[in-house]
């Protein structure tokens, strides 16, 4: 069966004119899910949207946030096994695999449920008569996330969740391989609750990417994949003072048997 996802938008479903497809990368002739193809009249829209609902997501009251996120964890549990196979079908791991990381997703999102209760700040004692020191922490307002294909739904779920939790809205655009595991995580915030424009998805490439880290309403980013897109992140955001975190590369063992091709195995190397 094919997927028709569509962007989630101010709490709507929204179709593109330029459609495009996800595949089974074990079967290239399985179109897992057919998508839209955004760009930046997209991303406009969907920080707009995240920066009308911030006022009030981040005046809600701690438990709200927390009831929130832990229902969608206690969901996201309880389809593992329907999710953990349409991860398989699209990114390649084996099932249990798939369904071992959407549990995992699930619990993020209770950790933090947890974590949106726990309470912040300090009053100090001032060297000044009559002065009350406090201090306590705000939600910075719009991050953007940009996510990758190896893990479609655990870092998705590993960057929304804290960003949620502690009132902050979201805009994320993951992976163009894995798009219909994180459309289902997006299905069941939705459904769950979450007000209309807290939590918006795009689908795109890699220049949807670029207009969001790079989009004057966007507060914060936070990105994984390459190190050399990951630094462009980071000169972006920095330019104009936003707030940026990243996870780029990683140490992977390359094998190569004496059968290889060995020009193709190299380049691959390198």
Known sequence: MTDTLHHLIGGQRVSGDTPTQSLNPSNTNDVVAQLPD???????????AARAAFPAWSESSPEVRSDLLDKVGTTIIARSAEIGRL???????TVPEGVGE????????????????RRHGQNLESTRPGVEIQTYRQAVGVFGLVTPWNFPIAIPAWKAAPALAFGNTVVIKPAGPTPATASAMADIIQE?????????????????GDALVKHPGVDG???TASQGV?????AAAVARQARVQLEMGGK???????????????????
């Open 38 to 48: 955004g760009g930046a009249a997209e991303v406009d829209a969907a920080v707009s």
């Open 87 to 93: 991860l398989a079908r699209e990114e390649g791991k």
């Open 102 to 117: 959407t549990v995992r997703a699930g619990r993020i999102f209770k950790y933090f449920a947890g974590e949106a209760l």
């Open 192 to 208: 769950c609750g979450a007000p209309d424009g807290v939590f918006n998805m795009l689908f795109g490439r890699g220049a949807m």
């Open 221 to 223: 980013v936070s990105f």
């Open 230 to 234: 990951g630094r462009q992140v980071a």
């Open 252 to 270: 992977n063992p390359l094998i190569i048997l004496d059968d290889a091709d060995l020009e193709r195995a190299v380049a691959i190397a390198l």
